[in-house]
């Protein structure tokens, strides 16, 4: 489903209207995941509309030998983090096998460093046989979001939502063969930045990533 809305007044105005958008998945109970930091303000209003847990999504790229700025790749993490590999970029770099396990590893505690600091220990949501709805504040090229689904896929969710504010119209049809439905409030055909859509785009930080997470724990318990 694709909107026309041309504007929104900050993340969780967007976040507000997203969810009115996905009432027909409410009673799936999904498991919402946010792509930090500018995605967590707008799935929190999601799962607080839903009662659904608040998750975060993390994914890191993994860089060529030199030239860290090439993707071969990217890890996304998870109960059992999912390792996706760019066929074409390890086609070109053709790295050693010991190279993509160590980038991996240094990728996954990184994550982890990350994990700690927004959720002192927490556990992930296991996501095996949920709907799980893939939240950000919008996309611009995809990438990491194609990486993020793919990662989700891996994890045997039952169905797959990808939710966003706003989107390119030909980057929006490129992710449906990865998602199950895919929903977004405007996708202009004249498209140019996600920050131009919303009248207020300042910066999510961390701590309050950590404030929104901490405050999904009132309608959904940490995982055992």
Known sequence: MFGTKTEFKDRPDAGRQLSEAL?????????????PRGGVPVAFEVAKAFSAPLDLLMVRKLGAPGHP???IGAVVDGKDP???LNDEAMRIVNPP???VEAEMERQLAEIERRR????AGRQPTPLVGRTVIVVDDGIATG???????????QAKAKR?????PVAPR????????????????????????VGLHYANFDQTSDAEVVQLLDAAREWSPAPQ
């Not at 009432?23 to 792509?35: D, Q, T, Y």
């Not at 700690?116 to 959720?119: G, S």
């Open 23 to 35: 009432e027909h998945i409410k009673e799936e109970s999904p498991v919402v995941l946010a792509l």
């Open 170 to 193: 030909d980057t929006l049809d490129s992710m449906k063969p990865d998602a199950d439905e895919v929903v977004c409030l405007s996708a202009p055909l004249n498209f140019r930045a």
């Open 82 to 84: 999912k390792l996706i």
């Open 97 to 99: 096998r010991d190279y």
């Open 160 to 164: 797959l939502v990808l939710a966003v």
């Open 69 to 71: 700025e090439f993707g």
């Open 116 to 119: 700690e600091a927004y959720f």
């Open 143 to 153: 990438g990491t979001v194609r990486v993020a689904l793919q990662a989700v896929r």
